[in-house]
């Protein structure tokens, strides 16, 4: 095709070939005749410029532009156009100043206004906001106006996001992505039933589109309801099933749920986005698949270090392979970029419980560091008073992710059996949803058993408010999956800890903390924030209900002296190693057996040898088994001689078990709060001599005791007598107990007396 020199005969021509749809023509005939200077050849360029953006030449255009605007530097409106290609181009600085010159030459331009706002938006400005208010005073109706000033408020200021889609969806009802931001931060400001309301109402409300039903499903998932979640997401993936955001949160439910094989199905071929990774992690650790959560972590980390839940959960991985030094720092740093994340602060928490090095001192400095984050985030409750509430029953709230087959749950079940149902009305939180037997037999025992799994902490305190609760429980401490931020919100008057945590929760809201000892009810506590009440001297404890008769010692068999580690792996630092190997040291012929949560993978495995190893035991004589269920472990105690109580964080349930089994638990004893609890135990069984003060006498107790077997094998013979008589079986006696203390600490108007049957004439 010839086409003419003349500028201006080209560039009416390229506008005929382009009304015809003929672009590839006008772009050949713009393109021969882009020479020369003048109003003419710079509307040529222009236009040869618009057909480049048009066709994805996004930097062939600005580059014609800039030469449109060399031949003519009075072109009316490039300013604009040169803004547009430089936002095609990301340069944003450049284009924001290209708007603002338009501006000047054009103060009513809107399109120059809008797109200032949308470049410094885009280049994450604090004048943005501004940029975009400018745009609605000289256009209100503007709803994209409004939904970028939302999406731009959202992280900082959720209520004036709201507000701001809120004047979004008044003027555009059908604006589906509207819908779904403004429900997002409705969730964000604890306002779920408005959520709810949004992305189910409008127009065309039943004809529900992928984006929709994914909001729908997030809402639905936050408030509990995982089966409506469950449904909305597959409905959204049939319509869009290779949207893997459906996909990520569809899986996350089914790993919630503890479906892992379901949830590992969904993210196969995931794209390897830190995200999908992070959720394969925490599948394959569920899963005692270590090595292959590590993999996906080091890889996710690879894309994102400094995300705090990749840390978090990499700790988690270290400490199930006894790496605590690595865990710690890991589990540290996580804290460091997610300071106001509560989870993530009470994994560091625990981490310190299990570290010998750091005093009561620092511990108490931590602790009291996570209640003033979390307690300074949200206000009281504003709840009826103590003296206000005049009811027969006292309202008892227990808050915990462990009604299930957990050590707290044997020592919690007899306490709900046998609390005096006149006096106390029980209702029971459940914070996780992977339930069993036992969740079933607490929720059996309580008047309400109440599932919040996955609810806000705020939800869950407002629920507790409504139920009147009038003394709430925590089961947890800083452990796996507690709900101490639910006490932040102080929803009950009387608020309590107890059972699963050997320190303070650090909050100046938990009034009181429930445990063994003598001190009288009310004394503060010198390393936390709560009084201290002592509920008995010793722990209660309920013998198994089929347990099996103990054994000789197997040292009477094998002539050869076999210790174990019947605690979780995470209990074992380098000064417990360094211990037991100067005890195999001591005794050449003896071998220890240690249980960890997946100890029949080889990471685990490994990686607890080589810390023993690295502190001198002979780990050739150290064998390390998988956890079993609590009937096999009753059995699996029968394979001992002596157990070795790891220190500074000690047994519970664990050292009664191996006591009622016959079995001598050498333990420490410590100053603090930490380490105690087995010596109590012992004292109380009157086997005072396993009880250490230092770590020389802590070996010299193992070996002298693994020495006697004569003496072993009397303790196999009197150790469940000795438990029987001792004041730990009576059940009766310690649920009274409990009761007083209650009662006892109760600051209102105490219930009334049960009603008493008039005799008979």
Request: hydrophobic share 45%; proline share 7%.
């Amino acid at each position: 095709m010839t086409t003419s020199r003349n500028p201006e005969l080209v560039f009416a021509l390229a506008v005929r070939l382009v009304q015809a749809g003929r672009l590839g023509e006008a772009h050949q005939a713009l393109a021969a005749a882009a020479v020369g200077r003048g109003r003419a050849s710079a509307e040529v360029l222009r236009l040869l410029a618009k057909l480049d953006l048009q066709a994805g030449r996004a930097a062939e255009a600005l580059r014609t532009m800039k030469r449109a605007l060399k031949a003519d530097p009075g072109l009316p409106e490039a300013r604009y156009e040169l803004g547009v290609m430089l936002l095609a181009n990301e340069r944003l600085a450049e284009a924001a100043t290209a708007f603002r010159k338009a501006l000047a030459d054009n103060p009513g331009d809107q399109r120059a206004r809008f797109n200032l706002a949308w470049a410094l938006g885009k280049a994450g400005r604090p004048e943005a906001a501004d940029a975009y208010r400018d745009v609605l005073a000289h256009d209100p109706d503007n709803v994209d106006a409004w939904f970028n000033l939302g999406n731009l408020l959202a992280p900082d200021d959720p209520r004036q996001a709201r507000a701001a889609y809120d004047e979004a969806l008044q003027r555009a009802p059908e604006r589906e992505d509207v819908r779904h931001n403004l429900s997002h931060v409705l969730v964000t400001l604890g306002r779920h039933a408005d959520a709810w309301a949004v992305v189910t109402g409008g127009p065309d409300a039943s004809r529900r589109s992928p984006m929709r039903l994914k909001a729908m499903g997030k809402i639905a998932m936050t408030l509990g309801r995982n089966d409506e979640a469950e449904q909305a997401f597959r409905d959204s993936l049939r319509a869009a099933p290779e949207d893997w955001e459906t996909r990520y949160n569809l899986a996350m439910l089914c790993y919630r749920d503890g479906r892992l094989a379901e949830a590992e199905a969904l993210m196969a071929g995931c794209p390897a986005r830190a995200e999908h990774l992070n959720l394969l992690a925490v599948i394959a650790l569920s899963r005692f698949q270590p090595l292959a959560a590590e993999r996906h972590l080091r890889q996710a980390l690879a894309q994102a270090p400094d995300w705090a839940d990749l840390h978090n959960n990499l700790g988690k991985v270290q400490a199930v392979q006894g790496e605590i030094a690595e865990a710690q720092a890991l589990f540290r740093r996580a804290h460091e970029l997610a300071p106001e994340d509560a989870a993530i602060h009470s994994n560091y928490l625990f981490s310190l419980c299990h570290d010998p090095a750091v005093d009561e001192d620092t511990l108490c400095r931590e602790h009291l560091r996570y209640g003033d984050i979390q307690e300074g985030r949200v206000e009281p409750l504003a709840i009826e008073p103590p003296g206000a509430r005049q009811r027969r029953r006292l309202r008892l709230g227990f808050l915990s992710p462990d009604f299930r087959e957990h050590a707290v749950m044997m020592l919690l079940l007899p306490v709900l059996r046998r609390l005096d149902r006149a006096r106390f009305e029980i209702h029971c939180y459940f914070t996780s949803s992977r339930g069993d037997a036992v969740t079933e037999a607490v929720a059996a025992s309580a008047d309400a058993f109440h599932r919040v799994a996955w609810l806000p902490p705020a939800a869950v305190a407002r629920r507790i408010a409504e139920d009147g609760i009038d003394v709430l429980i925590d089961l947890a401490g800083h452990t796996a999956n507690n709900a101490l931020p639910v006490m932040a919100h102080r929803p009950a008057p009387m608020q309590a800890t107890w059972l699963g945590y050997p320190f303070s929760t650090g909050m100046r809201r938990v009034d009181y903390r429930l445990g063994l000892g003598a001190p009288p009810p009310g004394v503060p506590d010198p390393h936390g924030t709560e009084r201290l009440v002592a509920l008995s001297a010793l722990p209660l404890f309920v013998p198994p209900a089929a347990s099996p008769d103990p054994l000789p010692p197997p040292v009477l068999r094998s002539g050869r002296v076999t210790f174990g580690s019947l605690n979780r792996a995470s209990k074992i630092n380098p000064a417990v190693a360094r211990a037991w190997g100067l005890i195999l040291a001591r005794m050449p012929t003896s071998r220890l057996i240690m249980l960890a949560d997946d100890g029949d993978q080889p990471a685990v495995r490994d990686g607890l040898l080589d810390l023993l190893g690295r502190h001198g035991a002979d780990t050739t004589r150290i064998e390390v088994a998988k956890t079993v269920s609590y009937e096999r472990f009753l059995h699996f105690i029968n394979g001992i001689d002596v157990a070795l109580d790891p220190f500074p964080y000690g047994g519970g349930t664990t050292t009664l078990t191996t006591l009622w089994m016959g079995v001598p638990v050498v333990t420490l004893k410590g100053a603090g709060l930490r380490q105690g609890t087995s010596a109590s135990m012992l004292a109380g069984v009157r086997l005072n001599h396993l009880i250490a003060e230092s770590e020389d006498d802590y070996v010299e107790a193992a070996c002298r005791t693994a020495a006697d077997t004569a003496g072993l094998a009397r303790l196999r013979a009197e150790g469940r007598a000795r438990m029987l008589l001792s004041p730990m079986l009576d059940e009766v006696a310690y649920v009274r107990r409990f009761e007083e203390v209650v009662l006892a600490l109760w600051p209102g108007p105490a219930p009334a007396a049960p009603m008493q049957s008039e005799a008979q004439a």
